[in-house]
């Protein structure tokens, strides 16, 4: 048995610990690192980069192989590497004024937390850590930092409930938080905020997605790898206008495929592969006009594929491998690689289940799509034109030459 001590060290030190005591100490918390006082900052938002920087790299950063915070030093924060200064934009407060607009570490390998001080980098654009050794949480006071648009946490070690302050931040536009730890339910209000770019795969997120989904106007979504299971939102019918791609892959979705997916107009990527999905693939499909690649694979989809589906212009890469798919319209040949239709019970083709396999899945009752209560979408019907404008400058007020009735005649 390890000695109380040794633990309780082994506690103290742990990445956990050190970043749930700094998040806790949150805005509050006292100058971490001194200020030479005789240093002159140009303005009180450069002293403050300052201090978040210092405090992160004296204190948060436990390994830097890359050495890349090794010219971190000194009060010229925008002479350090991965820091980037610009002149705050017209409209902000400060505008004209040098600020510190991005950080990127990108790939730095670096070890550590994020301490809680990174709200002092309250003009921060960009803030890109991907590929680092971050643990821990993320921190709430990032929620002071109103102009960022950027923000890629992706592939770290960040742990906890997924981590509700991006959902604070006006400006941002591009979220990525891919390969980390963050576990629990993504909150239907992500989906309400003005992102471009989402990116949540390969966490431990789980239950089933909000069903507002598709009031996102993203043009990427990507998903893949958590646990969600439940429903393939068909909210996503919402999203005509603007989703270019798709990623659900392996994500335990055992519903149907809602046919409102047919409204995606301008997607390109459509990957629900590795689910749990049943019934057949709609027809409806084939409303995606501009569809290159379909990845159905892995799922227990059965029936045809719709002959219009193959045939959509476009397509280049049809994969339903895996499924138990009974039939593959001529068309198909065209879209679907060598190998894309493996493990079916398609008649005449190579490499597919035993017969056994087959008739066993289709000796249980047909699957009923609506017994999953999936949320339909309804479209919001357009809206009746509004009236037209008036057509030109308002008339005057004075004279009034109808309402007024002219003089009579004996006094002209
Ligand atoms: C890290 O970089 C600093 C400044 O560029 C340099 O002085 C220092 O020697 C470097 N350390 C290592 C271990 O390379
Ligand atoms: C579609 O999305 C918009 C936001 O883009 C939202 O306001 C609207 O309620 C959604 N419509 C439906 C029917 O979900
Ligand atoms: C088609 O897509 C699948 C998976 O989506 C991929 O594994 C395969 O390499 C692609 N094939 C071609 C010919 O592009």
New binding site residues.
Partial sequence: MMPKAAVLLLLLLGCLAAAAAAAEAGEAAELAVAVDPSWRFPSQRLRDAYVALQTWKQQAIFSDPRNLTGDWVGPAVCGYTGVFCAPLPEGAPGAGELAVAGVDLNHGDIAGYLPPELGLLADLALLHLNSNRFCGLVPAALRRLRLLAELDLSNNRLVGAFPGVVLELPALRFLDLRFNDFEGAVPRELFDRPLDAIFLNHNRLRSPLPDNLGNSPASVIVLADNAFGGCLPASLGNMSATLNEILLINNGLDSCVPPEVGLLRELTVF?V?FNSLVGPLPPQVAGMRKLE?L?V?HNLLSGPVPDAVCALPRL????ISYNFFTGEPPSCARVV?SD?DARNCLPNRPAQRTPQQCAAFYSRPPVDCAAFQCKPFVPVPPLPPPPPAYPGPLPPVYPMPYSSPPPPARYR
């Avoid at 280049?316 to 994969?319: A, E, G, I």
Wanted: no cysteine.
């Fill in positions: 990957d592969s690649q990845d694979a280049k890469n049809l994969t690689p894309g």
